[in-house]
């Protein structure tokens, strides 16, 4: 699955296959979230990040709680930007992000960076 994919899913967009209406917003939020996640995880980010784009091309970590970890971050970033939520849904999603944020940094050097 690629990132644009799973995100869409994410932000609740519903998609018929070949159908990139928000395809170029989304890879703009994606992008920033990934750089916030560079940030994060030291992680190498292509030049361009492109519908094709997958987390394995991003991540090459065999740590499975860690990829989940990222994708959720991803996900839950571009949600926050693309189509932000109101009340007690926004805080719950921030406070996640913080969690999530949290956790990723506390992953130990050798396993980010395989």
Known sequence: MTIIEYVKTKVDIEHEEGDNTFDDRLLIDIET????????????????????TTFEDILTTSDKGLLMLCKTFVGICVR?????????????????????ASRITIQPKEVLNE
């Not at 560079?38 to 492109?50: K, M, N």
């Not at 926050?80 to 999530?100: A, C, H, N, Q, R």
């Open 33 to 52: 979230a990934l750089a916030e996640l560079q940030q994060l995880t030291e992680l190498e980010l292509p030049d361009i990040v492109s519908s094709t």
């Open 80 to 100: 926050l930007t693309f189509d932000p939520p109101s009340g007690s849904v926004l805080t719950s999603l921030e406070k996640s992000k913080e969690s999530i």
